[in-house]
């Protein structure tokens, strides 16, 4: 069975740094894109950037670009979203989701809230 | 990279179809590469539709998907209350990058 599984909530202060992982298993991590998705409260998916374990080939987008830094371990089938310096606009629930052709597999969420 | 427009809602009564529309431009819609989400309150979204009109396994055949030029469309006939929810569509854009639509509220009277 496919699963990504994510890293708890957060609680986070206004410039601090953070990383929230998704862990993937029951399948080859390597060979299938994994994307990020941000929803802020009561807002809608916003697309924010993929990344292919198998040679770390990463897109953003636009809106992104720049804020937030995805990576993969594929030694340990692991993605991640990293801030280097978070705003309070940062607070959202954040998915991972597999694409092999749609994102058919996502993981449970990762709920950041950043206030001072 | 403009959000895909779909109404802010729909609804239906049980039993009927509704369609929930997602316009784009020829680089995003224009490619075959539409999904669409299936979002209950305090849930992850689900995938229903991919490449515009291909269902994953276990999902109802009441959930159909099209496109005609750059409006992609979903469909779900024989409307449940378990239908109700947030409907997202998604596409592959011409910045090698995806984009979602605001989502649809689907209301199940």
């Known amino acids: 069975e496919v699963q990504l599984v994510q890293s708890g909530a957060e609680v986070k202060k206004p410039g601090e740094s953070l990383r929230i992982s998704c862990k993937g298993s029951?399948?080859?991590?390597?060979?299938?894109?994994i994307g990020w998705v941000r929803q802020m409260p009561g807002k809608g998916l916003e697309w924010m950037g993929i990344i292919y374990p198998g040679n770390s080939e990463t897109r953003y987008s636009p809106s992104f670009q720049g804020q937030v830094t995805i990576s993969a371990d594929k030694s340990t089938s692991t993605a991640y979203l990293q801030w280097s310096s978070l705003k309070p606009s940062d607070t959202a629930m954040y998915y991972c989701?597999?694409?092999?052709?749609?994102?058919?597999?996502w993981g449970q969420g990762t709920l950041v809230t950043v206030s001072s | 990279q403009s959000a895909l427009t779909q109404p802010a809602s729909v609804s239906g009564s049980p039993g009927q179809s509704i369609t929930i529309s997602c316009t784009g431009t020829?680089?995003?819609?224009?490619?075959?590469?539409v999904s669409w989400y299936q979002q209950h309150p305090g849930k992850a979204p689900k995938l229903m539709i991919y490449d515009v009109s291909y269902r994953p396994s276990g999902v109802s055949n009441r959930f159909s998907g099209s496109k005609s030029g750059n409006t992609a469309s979903l469909t779900i006939s024989g409307l449940q209350a378990e239908d109700e929810a947030d409907y997202y569509c998604?596409?592959?854009?011409?910045?090698?990058?995806?984009?979602f639509g605001g989502g649809t509220k689907l209301t199940v009277l």
């Open positions: 020829s680089s995003d819609i224009g490619y075959n590469y």
């Open positions: 029951g399948y080859f991590f390597s060979t299938y894109w």
């Open positions: 998604c596409s592959y854009t011409s910045s090698s990058s995806w984009v």
């Open positions: 989701a597999r694409h092999p052709g749609g994102f058919d597999s």
